[in-house]
């Protein structure tokens, strides 16, 4: 069995692989896609230390750092189902979707995230072309522009008021008939000067041309009139879905379906350790995943050296 078993190969789990390994205990790592979301994303200007830098470099010298000490790493492996230890200081199972087993006397879950689409024409086409998902990365790239915001929940309310500051222009676009978002948010983006609120409004296409977003088309639901936005940007605010469907019902989640953790990371299991975007730690960031990630490993080598037998 491994000492520390890690699922999920992103910045997390590629961190808390690292620190585990440096204890010189037996650490292994399962990932569907090593690397994670980072391979999806251009550019990455706000990972300390690297002025810039893009997501595939990125991704690759997450599995090289990883690769400098002795880490199992098992790719294009997807994980299923979690079995608790049996007893107290037992070993922990994570079965994988083809059959195998895993054992750990701890676990580390990082299984990460994803935002969810919306699912138009344009979206695929354009993604990283002008379509985004994270203001907080992707916000500076379109200073002076114009942007919309599809979503009117917190997440996409807090993105556009953030937003707000740095374009010329946001115009928020919501489904329903009105913002879901907290009354304070709202109250707040209301008052801004340059953002458009359409409620009652549904997105039925992102425009482009030459490889770029030119606009978004929305219908009101209320006339059926289709309407058209010129801009150059759409962020995509409509949630983002924390990897772990597979753990529902052996690991506590929240309401939002992330792993709940307390500060050191561990979760309601013993033995069980999680962080990153899967997890209740707020800001989904690289730099964030990471330092869980890290932390996540000490508290598993901590667990190791008080339970296990001599
Ligand atoms: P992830 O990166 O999501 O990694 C999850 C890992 O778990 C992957 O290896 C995945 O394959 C694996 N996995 C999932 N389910 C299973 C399973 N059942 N079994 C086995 N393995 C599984 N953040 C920034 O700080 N700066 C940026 O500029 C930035 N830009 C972004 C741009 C885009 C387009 C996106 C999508 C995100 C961006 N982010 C950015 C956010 C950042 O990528 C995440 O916060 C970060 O990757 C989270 O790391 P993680 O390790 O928790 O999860």
Known sequence: ?????????????????????????????????????????????????????????????????????????????????LVPAAEPGGLVEVHLANGGVLKGKTVILST?????????????????KGVAYCPHC????????????????????EAAIDLAGIVSHVTLVEFAEQLKADAVLVRKLL???????????????ILGADGKVNGLRYKDRATGAEHLVALEGVFVQ?????????LK??????????IIVDAKGQTSVP?????GDATTT???????AAGEGAKAALSAFDHLIRSSAP
């Not at 992707?138 to 309310?157: A, C, E, T």
């Not at 409509?238 to 597979?246: F, Y």
Request: hydrophobic residues 40%; proline residues 5%; glycine residues 14%.
């Open 271 to 275: 033995g069980v350790f999680a962080a």
């Open 1 to 81: 069995p491994y000492d520390v078993l890690i699922v999920g190969g992103g910045p997390a789990g590629a961190a808390a692989a690292v620190y585990a390994a440096r204890k010189g205990i037996r650490t292994g790592v399962a990932a569907e896609r090593f690397g994670g979301q980072v391979n999806d994303t251009l550019g990455i200007e706000n990972y300390i230390s690297i002025v810039e830098t893009d997501g595939p470099k990125f991704a690759a010298n997450l599995e090289a750092h990883v690769r400098a000490y002795e880490v199992d790493i098992m790719n294009l492996q997807r994980a299923d189902k």
């Open 138 to 157: 992707d916000g500076p790239l379109f200073k002076g522009k114009r942007v919309s915001v599809i979503g009117g929940g917190n997440s996409g309310v």
């Open 112 to 128: 990460g995230a994803r935002w969810r689409n919306v699912n138009v024409p344009g979206e695929a086409e354009y993604r990283n």
């Open 249 to 258: 019902g052996t690991v506590e989640l929240s309401k939002y379906g992330e």
């Open 191 to 205: 008052s801004l000067p340059n953002v458009t609120v359409h409620t009652n409004a549904q997105t039925t296409e």
């Open 282 to 288: 707020p800001y989904k960031q690289i730099v964030i």
């Open 238 to 246: 409509i949630g983002l879905v924390p990897n772990t469907e597979w």
